[in-house]
């Protein structure tokens, strides 16, 4: 395996994009990543998306993107892997320059939700579940994760739990690309109302549209650009889709051996990694995120939010632009922000919200409530 | 922006029926907790009332403001979304009960809540173009919301006449410029035959009550020069509470200016009588000499703006019919199951 850079990054702001299409945002950040990278061609396309089919009766996404792009020629996909679909994305570009197949590829991912009514955002989040025994029930993601949160409660005590989405709002305050640049105190996380107790409306990410998009190079070309390089390391790993088939409801297996393997990979050890970007799509799965990737011990990763240990100048900062509670969580894009966030980390373009010794971050994506599970280190060079 | 010359506003009536549930009451019987609720309460028509019952109760009390012979109005039109009948003009039920048959025009016009709005501005173009002597606008609703929807706490009842004629010494405010904003923006619909409407959620906010609100309110003051310090009242179409705040802040205007024409929390949204409502009890509190900014909106979408500047009989005129405190202030408060009994939602066979 060859090794695999990261040339260019690009992303639109996260918002409620009314009068955008799908493919309009998925263009604007590839356009953007081209402009990066200092390229105008790659090899092929990757497009990483959950609902087009559902949103907007769209299943042909890779030529879609090609042709928007005037590469209508290059071999051009569409991966999913419900809300983790950007890194499924990834995965797959990752592995064609890896192979040496391709020198340049450009992964993008994009989801345009206000297409949608809520509704039917929720029952397309379903999807990434099985539909005929868990939807059949009236169970949807949240109250899933409520189960999930219960359990947690029973078990371990969730008193800290709402202090992730105070740290992740904390440090989206001023980014321009989020969708709420804004603190968010503790005492209004636990005066929000319960969306499906004992989860809250303000543990969990809002609605939003947004694309992103990373260039991977390979060695050959490397060398011959400008831009600003990372290095860039992908694995991935699956558990059963129904976290309560479980032996245990909650360790996410997937997150447990992605990370491992991708650790391996780099040849890095926990204490090496930085920083880390959290799949806090909910309070209690940023809590079971941290604890399964090995950085906390179970029960213990809200105290670690609640002490501070999380913050940009604590001592394993995560989230560092919002994570998906504030800057926003556009399925199938927000694991391509968080690999260009980690990419502005550790070659020291983050602004404000550089971390210090960003020399390694790792992302974690999460697609289902666990099922999926990729993990990311995006590496200085 | 149009310059309306030679345009006033003779009479005025506001009507708004007895009855009132709570949005609390509704939310106990969905699982709805205080914080979520848009309004505190709104107005029920009672089971004997309809658009058309309403609309001759605003109609009388605007006739009795503006002292004319009912038989010079020329013509009558309605705006609502809850018409007694799919085809036969409700105006033409009004004009026989306040004894203006036979009138030249009368129709009734749609614009989901700008209806009202909608007819005021047309019925301004018949009298500055001479084609009729007084016309009658009328907003007037009994709107429906879905049982457990999001519009169930709002969409309520009432109606709001104007009677329209050349500017006077008996005239109460003059009709000074008005201004739309219409666009194609699926936000609110009822196809044919359906019994509630639908609406897209969160789109119904910022590209369509916003865009919309703001864009007819904006060509006002800038196309037009007017600023937000000489207007003494603004008056939005108020689906709930928070939107016509919102708008006031996005345009730099005191909330103060607002609140006197903001009825949304007592009465809930009563669609094409909304802002006409509360331009109604802004009439009923406004010093000669004052200027109102009234803007409806519609979804589908479309917003009417209007600078209203009240003239020296409103002081004489505006205690010939019963001010609308009187109707806010009398209520019966009425539970859950009385609410779908007068709704017509119970079946009985």
């Known amino acids: 395996m060859g090794k695999v850079f990261i040339a260019g990054v690009g992303f639109t702001k996260i918002a409620e994009h009314w009068d955008r299409s799908l493919d309009g945002l998925l263009v604007e950040a590839s356009l953007k990543a081209f402009d990066n990278a200092g390229l105008s061609e790659v090899d092929s396309i990757y497009v990483g998306n959950a609902l087009a089919e559902a949103l907007q009766d769209q299943m042909h996404l890779g030529a879609a993107v090609a042709e928007d792009l005037g590469l209508a020629r290059i071999p051009a996909f569409r991966v999913e892997a419900a809300e983790a679909s950007g890194a499924a994305a990834l995965y797959a570009g990752f592995n064609e320059v890896a192979s040496g197949r391709a020198d340049a590829v450009l992964v993008v991912g994009g989801e345009k939700l206000s297409d949608g009514l809520p509704e039917e955002v929720s029952s397309g989040l379903m999807m990434g579940g099985r539909p005929y025994y868990e939807s059949f029930i009236g169970a949807d993601f949240y109250s899933l994760n409520a189960l999930l949160y219960r359990i947690y409660c029973e078990r371990y005590g969730c008193d800290n739990l709402a202090s992730f989405p105070v740290m992740s709002h904390a440090h989206a305050e001023g980014v321009a690309h989020a969708q709420y640049p804004f603190k968010l105190s503790l005492e209004k996380v636990l005066s929000s109302p319960f969306i499906a107790e004992p989860l809250r409306r303000l543990e969990v990410s809002g609605i939003g549209d947004g694309a992103a998009a990373v260039i991977l190079v390979g060695e050959r070309l490397a060398g011959k650009l400008k831009s600003p390089l990372s290095q860039l390391q992908v694995a991935s790993a699956t558990d059963r889709l129904n976290p309560f088939d479980r032996e245990s409801p909650l360790r996410f297996q997937s997150v447990g051996l992605a990370v491992s393997l991708v650790l391996r990979d780099a040849r890095l050890s926990r204490n090496e990694i930085g920083f880390i970007e959290l799949y806090d799509a909910t309070s209690i799965m940023a809590a079971l995120c941290l604890e399964s990737s090995g950085f906390a011990d179970p029960g213990k990763s809200g105290e670690l939010a609640a002490r501070g240990e999380l913050d940009l100048g604590g001592s394993l900062p995560c989230n560092t632009f919002g994570g998906l509670k504030a800057r926003g969580h556009p399925l199938g894009a927000t694991a391509l922000y968080q690999i260009a966030e980690a990419h502005l980390q550790v070659t020291d373009q983050a602004g404000r919200n550089q971390v210090d010794s960003a020399g390694a971050g790792l992302a974690i994506a999460i697609g289902g409530v666990g099922a999926t599970a990729f993990a990311s280190i995006v590496k200085r060079v | ?349």
């Not at chain 2, 705006?79 to 306040?98: D, L, M, N």
């Open chain 2, 1 to 349: 922006m149009v310059r309306v010359g030679g345009v006033a506003i003779r009479g005025y009536g506001g009507y708004v029926p007895r009855y009132r549930i709570r949005a609390e009451e509704i939310g106990r019987i969905w699982g709805v907790g205080a914080a979520e609720l848009p309004v505190g309460e709104k107005s029920v028509a009672g089971p004997d009332e309809d658009v058309a019952t309403m609309a001759v109760e605003a109609a009388r009390m605007a006739l009795r403001r503006a002292g004319i012979d009912p038989r010079k109005i020329g013509a009558i039109h309605v705006g609502s979304e809850s018409k007694p009948y799919a085809v036969k003009p409700t105006g033409t039920i009004v004009a026989e009960a306040i004894g203006a048959n036979p009138s030249k025009l009368a129709a009734d016009f749609e614009f989901a809540c700008k209806a009202g709005t909608e007819a005021l501005s047309l019925i301004s173009g018949l009298i500055q173009t001479g084609i009729i002597e007084y016309g009658l606008a009328i907003g007037a609703d009994t709107a429906q919301g879905r049982p457990r929807d999001a519009l169930e706490y709002t969409a309520a009842s009432g109606a709001a006449a104007f009677i329209l004629g050349k500017p006077d010494r008996q005239a109460v405010a003059l009709i000074e410029a008005w201004s739309g904003y219409v666009t194609d923006t699926p936000d609110f619909w009822r196809r044919p035959f359906d019994r509630y409407p639908v609406h897209a959620a969160r789109f119904t906010g910022a590209p369509a009550y916003f865009k919309h609100v703001v864009g007819a309110v904006k060509s006002l003051l800038d196309g037009d020069g007017y600023s937000i310090d000489e207007i003494d009242y603004f008056v939005f179409h108020q689906p709930n509470v928070k939107f016509p705040l919102a708008a006031a802040k996005m345009l730099g205007i005191p909330k103060e200016k607002v609140l006197p024409g903001l009825l949304s929390d007592k009465i809930g949204n009563t669609y094409s009588a909304c802002s006409l409502l509360g331009l109604v009890k802004v009439l009923d509190q406004a010093q000669p000499g004052q200027k109102i900014l009234l803007a409806s909106y519609g979804s589908g979408a479309g917003s009417d703006a209007f600078i209203i500047k009240v003239l020296d009989a409103i002081l004489e005129r505006r205690d010939l019919a019963p001010r609308l405190d009187s109707f806010l202030e009398d209520k019966i408060y009425i539970d859950y199951a009385t609410y779908l009994k007068f709704r017509g939602e119970i079946l009985r066979r």
